[in-house]
């Protein structure tokens, strides 16, 4: 079977890592598998280190939040969308594919072109739409329309859409292979925490998109500010950039920091090679989002490495940390809050070991690779009408 997917990024953030492990397993079960993107990135080295065919098609044109924000501005985009969906099908009827695997909701022309072509189609649904009612009313009836199958990341994914839609929605978490995470060793964990200047200091992380209140760094930096006055010798970090267009948001973070005083014991890394190395030398994850996160594959991650994680109580979070027992959930945008969650793992050694246990026994149970990947063929099956599990 060849499949061909349907992707909004080009970076190795959180949907993109799940698509190169998906693309990656597929091709080594012998399907053909291409990868469209829209610009060229590190995703495609990784997905061509594992013989997958990655090309850059302009004519994916991403629907970016301004707009979709808009009204007018969304009238305007119709335009882009039609043409775009005329030179993707084209493409798709070209490259002979038997399924088509859109990996985002942002990619609206998709559905469309894949119809256009004649052929079989799966919406994989990653975003939260909730900030932007009165385009999600219409759009929701397109993704559904335009779809064999409609795949949700999480259940708070799935309950955005209109009761007689849901029925159709399935929610598969994502998978994260074991393999990966047995493969951090002291090592790569003790070479980031000493190109960093963290060795025999306590380290609170956030690692993710620096997105002013979207990603909640803010409110890490604030709670910082009130965790340092009793734990003088904790470092905060945090392990990621923004995306190209939002670099106000880390000057925003900055300034905000130099506001708060915070010095030696606050740093931002940027993007590091090792993703998964810098998790290991965390000893607390905050995931701090001041809005629904659909789904954090960076949580599920920690909880792999038996990290506590300290989350805000919204979103995709409150389905995969279970507070009290594998971390905390906490208000979001709430500074005190915060802090206090943070301080009593830092205060408790045998609490931060025991949660961090906890949580790598929930990601066993929930979300393991093979779960995922069988129910993503589950799907492929159902929309081709015949088996294609290997």
Wanted: glycine letters at 8%; hydrophobic letters at 45%; charged letters at 20%.
């Amino acid at each position: 079977m060849k499949i061909v997917f349907l992707h909004s990024g080009s970076d190795l953030y959180g949907a993109s890592r799940c698509l190169v492990r998906l693309a990656s397993c597929l091709r080594r079960d012998g399907h053909l598998v291409e990868v469209w993107i829209p610009a060229d990135g590190p995703i495609r080295t990784e997905l061509e280190s594992a013989g997958v065919l990655c090309e850059t098609v302009p004519e994916l044109n991403v629907l970016t939040r301004g707009k979709y924000s808009r009204p007018r501005a969304m009238a305007g985009y119709g335009l882009d969308f039609f043409r775009s969906a005329a030179l993707l099908a084209r493409n798709i009827r070209s490259s002979r594919a038997d399924l088509v695997h859109t990996n985002t909701a942002v990619l609206p022309a998709a559905g469309l072109a894949a119809r256009l072509a004649g052929k079989p189609h799966l919406w994989h649904v990653r975003e939260w739409f909730g900030e932007f009612p009165f385009a999600w009313t219409l759009y929701q009836w397109y993704l559904a329309g335009n779809a064999k199958r409609l795949v949700c990341v999480s259940q708070t994914v799935r309950s955005q859409f209109h009761p007689l839609l849901r029925k159709r929605a399935r929610v598969i978490y994502d998978g994260f292979p074991a393999s990966a995470f047995a493969a951090i060793t002291p090592e790569r964990s003790r070479a980031f925490r000493t190109a960093f200047g963290l060795e025999g200091h306590l380290v609170v992380g956030v690692v993710g998109r620096i997105k002013w209140k979207r990603k909640g760094q803010e409110t890490f930096a604030r709670a910082a500010a009130l965790i340092r006055k009793t734990h003088p010798d904790a470092r905060f970090i945090c392990i990621g950039s923004p995306f190209p267009g939002n670099e106000s948001h880390l000057a925003a973070l900055q300034q905000l920091a130099a506001e708060l005083s915070l010095g030696r014991e606050w740093i931002i890394t940027g993007d590091v090679t090792d993703n998964l190395g810098a998790i290991a030398a965390l000893d607390v994850l905050v995931h701090p989002p001041g809005q629904p996160e659909p789904f954090a594959g960076v949580v599920i991650e920690a909880m792999a490495l038996g990290k506590p994680v300290v989350g805000t109580n919204l979103g995709g979070t409150i389905e995969q940390v279970e507070h009290n027992v594998t971390g905390f959930l906490v208000p979001p945008d709430d500074p005190p809050a915060l802090a206090r969650a943070v301080a009593a793992l830092l205060d408790d050694e045998s609490l931060r070991h025991r949660m961090g246990e906890q949580g790598r026994a929930r990601y066993l149970a929930l979300f393991g690779w093979d779960p995922f990947y069988r129910s993503i063929l589950a799907e492929y099956s159902a929309i081709m009408g015949s088996n294609v599990l290997l």
